[in-house]
């Protein structure tokens, strides 16, 4: 089954969950200039964040990454993550379950 959705098209703000029911979880952002999401973290997900438009300034555990419109940024969601606006913006973050790794031995 192929599912195609026009991000444009979507609902609710500042977050809008793409594909509801399926893995991995994919959301739209979107921020206002100024605007900021709070601290948190996503502890059992790898995360991808491409930034459409604008431009962020991503805190991951207190540490400041200046993004532009089409980086890609790659991180592991047990860090503390808040992204904020500088301009208006919008993001697409995609948060994939983290893989079960065999013990080392």
Do not use: W
Not at 6 to 22: C, K, R, V
Not at 38 to 53: A, N, T, V
Not at 71 to 81: A, K, L, R
């Amino acid at each position: 089954m192929v599912t195609i959705e026009s991000i444009d098209q979507l609902e609710g703000a500042p977050h809008a969950n793409i594909f509801p029911t399926d893995e991995p979880k994919t959301v739209r952002l979107t921020l206002s200039e100024g605007e900021q999401v709070e601290p948190h973290s996503h502890p059992d997900r790898e995360i991808i964040l491409y930034l459409i438009s604008g431009e962020l300034e991503l805190r991951l555990d207190g540490e400041s990454h200046r993004i532009q419109a089409g980086d890609i940024v790659h991180f592991d969601g047990s860090h503390d993550i808040s992204p904020s606006a500088n301009v208006d913006s919008v993001a697409l973050f995609v948060l994939a379950r983290k893989r079960e790794r065999p013990n080392a031995v």
